[in-house]
């Protein structure tokens, strides 16, 4: 169960919002859902309806989101890379929500199950070609804060210097929805049953 209370349609929001706070949520809604006569956050989006508890906050990344996905040419030329990625970080960060949220997308963008389950051995497995095992160094790189002068000369020369700083970019978005994810327990039922279970 998460921490806080989700936002997932504009009733749930906690307390009484004042005006300017009601005209946020009904904008967001109206942003996210339009033409809906009840619009709701599905809960496979649970970490949206997390920060939906800020409508204002929420809507500015909406709109960074449209941005990332739809228009910056690394994420939305690379389907299966960026894919790639967000599991990479996902498995860094221990991010089970996030991962299993993505085990679909990143099978219809050709990211086999077996390559998401070979994730912490890319090293030597062999599910893995140059340019999806350099994705996967970058992406830890990053996460981790060491990103050695070799290896962003490789992703430079591979992208070249725009979409290396694309890359990277889409990197600390997942991110930032990992540590949200984590921090606030958001959780939903996938299918997938429990790790561990």
């Given at each position: 169960?998460?921490?806080?209370?989700l936002?997932?349609?504009?009733?749930?929001?906690?307390?009484?919002?004042?005006?300017?706070?009601k005209?946020?949520?009904?904008?967001?809604?109206e942003?996210?859902?339009?033409?809906?006569?009840?619009?709701?956050?599905?809960?496979?989006?649970?970490?949206?309806?997390?920060?939906?508890?800020?409508?204002?906050?929420?809507?500015?990344?909406?709109?960074?989101?449209?941005?990332?996905?739809?228009?910056?040419?690394w994420?939305?030329?690379?389907?299966?890379?960026k894919?790639?990625?967000?599991?990479?970080?996902?498995?860094?960060?221990?991010?089970?929500?996030?991962?299993q949220?993505?085990?679909?997308?990143?099978?219809?963008?050709?990211?086999?199950l077996?390559?998401?389950?070979?994730?912490?051995?890319?090293?030597?497995?062999?599910?893995?070609?140059?340019?999806?095992?350099?994705?996967i160094?970058?992406?830890?790189?990053?996460?981790?804060g060491d990103?050695?002068?070799?290896?962003?000369?490789?992703?430079v020369?591979?992208?070249?210097?725009?979409?290396?700083?694309?890359?990277?970019?889409?990197?600390a978005?997942?991110?930032?929805?990992?540590?949200?994810?984590?921090?606030?327990?958001?959780?939903?039922?996938?299918?997938?049953?429990?790790?561990?279970?």
């Amino acid at each position: 169960m998460a921490r806080v209370k989700l936002v997932f349609k504009p009733d749930d929001y906690p307390g009484t919002p004042d005006a300017p706070t009601k005209q946020a949520l009904r904008e967001l809604f109206e942003h996210m859902f339009p033409g809906h006569a009840n619009p709701e956050i599905p809960g496979k989006s649970s970490a949206f309806a997390t920060v939906a508890r800020d409508p204002r906050l929420a809507m500015r990344l909406i709109k960074l989101s449209d941005y990332i996905l739809r228009e910056m040419p690394w994420t939305s030329q690379r389907q299966t890379l960026k894919q790639l990625a967000i599991q990479t970080l996902n498995f860094h960060y221990k991010c089970d929500f996030s991962f299993q949220s993505h085990i679909r997308p990143a099978q219809a963008c050709g990211i086999t199950l077996e390559q998401q389950a070979c994730i912490p051995f890319w090293k030597t497995a062999n599910v893995f070609d140059d340019e999806q095992r350099l994705v996967i160094e970058y992406t830890l790189a990053v996460v981790t804060g060491d990103v050695p002068d070799a290896l962003f000369a490789r992703v430079v020369k591979q992208y070249g210097e725009q979409e290396a700083l694309e890359f990277t970019v889409a990197i600390a978005w997942w991110s930032f929805w990992a540590m949200i994810i984590n921090a606030t327990r958001t959780d939903f039922d996938f299918g997938y049953g429990k790790p561990g279970a």
